[in-house]
């Protein structure tokens, strides 16, 4: 199962780091990524990306929340602001 | 300890701590423990003089301590229920805790030619050694991949007058962490220094020669002759001890552990870039961190090995590092991985100096600063800037995503000015000051 979510998780990583190229391609003026080739790069970048970035971000950070990993064992919650020192 | 890296002399560290009378034992496969790996391109470079200083203890310095470090010896197998060790050369070894610290490998290029000599994988100190006379015979080298260490190396190898290539599938440099925008002076000082660069360009195979010596690299782009490859390829966590243990894994291929660094295997612990740690933002695991996250987490893990009770913390990733005539650095999100993982952010950009723009040696500050909109709380930093100061404000700058600051923060906070080492205008308070304009007129 391990390696399922290994697979998933590089895939999307790449993936979506380079549609995020793409995007930033055209907001910032940066080289863009070459085009996709091959109906893997064409999936992942046509139907997995755009579908990704339709769904809400509390959606998006669920999913990742749920996959096996270190970030499910016992952390300490981030701190918190606890107003002025005096 | 399984690893003479910064995880595994940091667990080792860790349990006298705890336990000063514990017998510690380190199992190394390599010559050496105690120095600095993250120093060898500096060393190639010239910058540093020699090899030796990148040594940080000698090896009495441990028999001082009390740790026993074996070196040249692999362990090669581990049986948590019998709670033992199988080590090359003593058979199987029994022991009360257990820290696994085994690190990391670069990832497979995955292209035929693998096996050709002349492919360097900088990383052991000895093989370093080697590998600079090489480097002082070479002509033409193709470094594979823009990530961390091929950044250092480009510019090592530029700067000993070799011809260097870089070949990267990406459109930019460092594209797995940094924004375009930033790097765009990064590459422009390396063309200034001859260097040839190939982005957007993929690996297809080592070419060789009669003797099986690499003569060129055969890309999407083309032939590139070259007598020296450096493989500078994505860290992988160097986990088939673990996995054949059958300690769990999770999605980066990583060692699952706990905030005491605890695996699943009852009294075995884990370090340094075989596991994976929660980012603090979004805890999502990320694995491949630095020299100074191995050694905490060392340090965590030895301690509660020893009986002693630490906890490591989700981690909000500050980095940093000379590239070109530049060093570039930031913490947590820059524009491109927000733009991934599709969190939604406001910017607040700026460029400032390092100090007195009339005193001898000012140097640029760029500064970009992304926020949460809204709350305006502080999710990312990127910077570049002549030297001084982007690695005091990665630092900080970690520090203020961590509890939570805002760019209204940010604005309106005190700063050091003395001409020599600050300027007037902190470029942090310009940049937040600019992200707070911003997020108004949106």
Not at chain 2, 297 to 303: E, F, M, R, S
Not at chain 2, 363 to 372: N, S, T
């Amino acid at each position: 199962m391990a390696s399922f979510f290994g697979w998933l998780r590089s895939n999307s990583e790449h993936y979506l780091l380079v549609a995020a190229h793409q995007k930033l391609a055209r907001t910032l003026g940066s080289p863009p990524p070459r085009p996709p080739k091959g109906l893997k790069e064409l999936f992942w970048l046509r139907v997995f990306a755009p579908v990704y970035a339709l769904l809400p971000w509390p959606v998006r950070s669920r999913i990742m929340r749920a996959m096996p990993g270190s970030h499910r064992q016992t952390w300490a919650p981030p701190p918190r602001s606890r107003g002025p020192a005096v | 300890m399984i690893g003479g890296g910064a995880a595994g002399l940091g667990a080792a560290g860790g349990v006298k701590a705890a336990d000063p009378g514990a017998e510690v034992i380190v199992y190394t496969e390599f010559e050496d423990v105690a120095y600095s790996p993250c120093g060898i391109p500096y060393v190639h470079g010239g910058e540093i003089p020699d090899f030796e200083r990148l040594f940080l203890a000698g090896k009495q310095a441990y028999v001082d301590a009390g740790i026993d470090v074996r070196y040249e010896t692999a362990v090669t197998a581990i049986d948590p229920a019998a709670h033992t060790v199988t080590v090359a050369g003593e058979g199987a070894v029994r022991y009360d805790s257990l820290v696994i610290a085994t690190g990391w490998n670069y990832a497979d290029p995955g292209v035929p030619g693998g096996d050709l000599s002349g492919l360097y994988y900088v990383k052991n100190i000895r093989k370093a050694m080697e590998w600079d006379k090489v480097i002082s015979e070479t002509k033409a080298a193709v470094v594979v991949e823009a990530g961390p260490l091929g950044l250092e190396m480009v510019t090592a190898l530029a700067h000993r007058g070799v011809e260097t290539h870089l070949i990267d599938p990406n459109p930019y440099a460092l594209s797995m962490m940094a924004d375009p925008d930033i790097m765009a002076p990064v590459e422009e000082s390396w063309r200034e220094l001859g260097v040839h660069l190939h982005f957007n360009t993929t690996l297809e195979e080592f070419l060789g020669d009669a003797d099986g010596k690499v003569r060129a690299v055969r890309t999407s782009g083309g032939e590139i002759t070259a007598d020296l490859v450096v493989i500078s390829t994505h860290k992988t966590p160097e986990t088939a001890l673990a996995k054949a243990a059958g300690l769990d894994l999770g999605s980066t291929g990583a060692i699952i552990v706990d905030e005491r660094m605890k695996t699943s295997a009852p009294d075995v612990w884990a370090a340094g870039d075989v596991v994976e740690i929660p980012h603090g933002l979004t805890r999502t695991p990320l694995q491949g961190l630095t020299g100074s996250h191995a050694y905490a987490q060392g340090k965590t893990a030895g301690t509660n090995a020893g009986g002693g009770d630490r906890a490591y913390r989700a981690v909000y990733v500050p980095w940093g590092t000379p590239a070109g005539k530049w060093v570039i650095g930031g913490a947590s999100f820059g524009e491109a991985t927000a733009t991934a993982l599709g969190i939604p952010y406001v910017k607040g950009e700026a460029q400032g100096i390092s100090r007195a723009r009339y005193y001898p040696g000012v140097q640029p500050v760029k500064v970009k600063l992304l926020a949460e909109p809204g709350t305006l709380r502080l999710i990312g930093a990127q910077m570049i800037g002549g030297g001084e100061g982007i690695k005091e404000r990665a630092d900080f700058l970690a520090q203020a995503i961590r509890f939570g600051m805002t760019l209204h923060d940010l604005s309106t906070m005190e700063n050091v000015y003395s001409p020599a080492i600050g300027a007037l205008n902190e470029p942090i308070v310009v940049a937040a000051t600019n992200g707070v304009a911003a997020a108004k007129a949106k």
